[in-house]
């Protein structure tokens, strides 16, 4: 056998193929052992002075030290309340200086914070609280009233109510509350409430520093939940600080880069890559409080970011938006798009925006999920490949396997995603049962994330997203794939944007439905309905075409702007059942 035949071999026997397309990215990392609050404070030792958190928005900054500061008295604080190692506490904030500053808190004390959406309802709120056991809560007084109401079966003993003037100058104050501020209903004073800048002052005393070790748990954060209870996601520090470093290391970031955080704390990208890889790396996280293209857009303009992540409908919204248009983006060095698929009209159409504004960075699409912290598969910086969803980040596994099976899937070959390394959670909250059938043994004696999505890999170790486990429409009996007929119809022209969905069918089990928004809505007729269908026809197995197009004026969207698919097959049961 000559040489070459046995690097071809050798090759072929290789796990992770994907390693030859690393270039001189590290195939394998040294993470820190201590906490992401210890990672976090090395920074303000050597650069203290650096900006660490920027809320641009209000034209409010912290260095290093100042940020640290601000940790140690909230830490201290929230000690004085009694709450020690392994309480709960629950974190209902947009993402503002104070909800960044609690959950580091927190994580100094061994305290392990409760992300939640701060628009929750009083019932989700009461499940929350049931299943983290948290006594103390955090919230911005906007949405104090839900969170007040909340009946959990222990009752809350204190609530911090932080407010948006707490982090405004005195100018700022005022104009705050001319225009927004007088309509937040006040806040009861007294009892269980605290305001967040007199509670502060309540931190006189140094609060303990408990030793515990990396797999100590770092945060709950909660699963989607729409047709069901969200579940509670355990992450540790170790999760956090390995999934930071290995975006740290595949996006070349450093100090004097900057991540605008568009992505809400409560969700795994928002807190893990846009906050606390940022500041793992040294560089600056640039808060943004509440998401709007005409926000995003003054910011990237104003603030200047090297780092731009988010999901598919946030670069949509900025391809669209005018005030994009003679913006200058020679500072962006890297954009990741994920959460949801991104379709090639949305990716080529940024990418002439940015080169317009005498930038050349590609919109590069990336694969996570929470049980993962966040992002945990990624396209290289210098390729590309068309559909995929990249490659496993460094000391991550990754492999396809017949659903129902761990037995490997052969490549090319549908199945679901399962993932292997430091970034997989150590569970699901108080949930054997989930969590056993999430996390399983393989036969190499790794434990591996059946993550429930389905996908395929080519013979480089690229990965391929095809759709959600559970969103896979039975059609005739055969499997359909919304996201393959999503991305031909978005290729017609007169479309902007779809969603397919089954639909409930007596004949078919389920009827493939297709919501489409359109570019003119006044075309929206039965000759291009049938267009649609003829479009898709041409290009998909016949089961897999829409058996019926629905025009709509726009889609609706999850808390977090990926499309909620399933409002739309909840409309349509309700439409069948008339």
């Avoid at 809350?156 to 104050?173: E, G």
């Avoid at 994009?324 to 959460?339: I, R, Y």
Wanted: net charge neutral; with cysteine.
């Amino acid at each position: 056998m000559g040489s070459s035949d046995l690097l071809t071999s050798r090759q072929r026997q290789d796990p992770r193929p994907w390693l030859r397309s690393y270039g001189k990215v590290p195939t394998s990392l040294g993470y820190p052992t201590g906490s992401l609050y210890d990672v976090v404070a090395a920074h303000a030792l050597h650069v203290p002075d650096a900006d660490a958190v920027a809320c641009e928005f209000f034209g409010n900054r912290m260095t290093y030290t100042e940020l640290v500061e601000a940790i140690d008295r909230c830490a201290a604080a929230l000690a004085a309340l009694g709450l020690v190692a392994g309480d709960r506490l629950l974190i209902s904030m947009p993402t503002t200086p104070q909800g960044v500053i609690a959950f580091y808190a927190a994580n100094r004390l061994g305290v392990v914070p409760a992300m939640i959406h701060p628009l929750s309802t009083t019932a989700e709120i009461t499940h929350y609280l049931d299943r983290t056991g948290a006594r103390v809560a955090l919230v911005l007084d906007a949405f104090y009233p839900a969170l007040a109401a909340a009946t959990p079966r222990l009752p809350l003993r204190a609530i911090v109510v932080a407010n948006i003037a707490d982090c405004l100058s005195l100018t700022q104050k005022a104009g705050y509350w001319l225009t927004k501020g007088w309509r937040i209903a006040r806040v009861p004073a007294g009892g269980r409430v605290h305001r967040w800048k007199q509670w502060l002052l309540n931190g006189t005393h140094p609060a303990p520093r408990p030793e515990f070790g990396a797999g100590h748990p770092a945060a709950i954060l909660f699963s989607g939940g729409t047709t069901a209870l969200p579940k509670g996601i355990v992450l540790s520090n170790h999760n956090f600080i390995a999934q930071g470093l290995q975006a740290i290391t595949w996006g070349g970031l450093g100090a004097n880069d900057s991540i605008l955080a568009i992505l809400p704390i409560f969700h795994g990208f928002g807190l893990a890559v846009c906050v606390n890889a940022a500041l793992m790396a040294g560089g600056k996280t640039i808060l943004v409080p509440q998401f709007s293209a005409d926000i995003v857009a003054r910011l990237i303009r104003k603030s200047r970011p090297t780092v731009l992540v988010g999901v598919p409908t946030l670069f949509d919204a900025l391809n669209r938006h005018a005030g994009m248009a003679l913006a200058d983006l020679s500072c962006l060095k890297v954009c990741f798009c994920g959460a949801d698929t991104l379709s090639r009209q949305v990716k080529e159409r940024f990418e002439a925006l940015v080169k317009q504004g005498r930038g050349n960075v590609k919109l590069l699409q990336g694969y996570g999920l929470t049980e993962a912290v966040a992002g945990i598969m990624a396209m290289p910086l210098d390729g590309y490949r068309e559909g995929s969803i990249g490659v496993p980040l460094p000391d991550m596994y990754a492999k396809i396997c017949p659903v129902g099976s761990i037995d490997e899937a052969a490549v090319g070959v549908d199945g679901e995603i399962c993932l292997s390394g430091p970034a997989v959670m150590e569970g699901y909250l108080d949930d054997a049962e989930s969590t056993a059938m999430a996390l399983r043994t393989h036969a190499d004696g790794r434990v591996w994330l059946h993550t429930g999505d389905i996908g395929h890999c080519d013979q480089d170790g690229y990965f391929y997203f095809t759709a959600r486990l559970k969103r896979m429409i039975k059609s005739s009996g055969f499997n359909v794939f919304p996201a393959q007929v999503e991305e031909v119809l978005r290729d017609h022209p007169a479309v902007a944007d779809a969603c397919v969905v089954g639909v409930a069918d007596d004949s078919q089990v389920e009827r493939v439905v297709a919501c489409v928004v359109l570019r003119d809505k006044t075309a929206a007729k039965p000759a291009l309905a049938e267009e649609l269908i003829a479009h898709c026809r041409d290009r998909l197995i016949k089961w897999s075409c829409p058996r019926e197009i629905e025009f709509v004026d726009g889609l609706p969207l999850t808390r977090i702007g990926k499309i909620d698919y399933r409002e739309l097959v909840r409309r349509h049961g309700e439409a069948v059942g008339r």
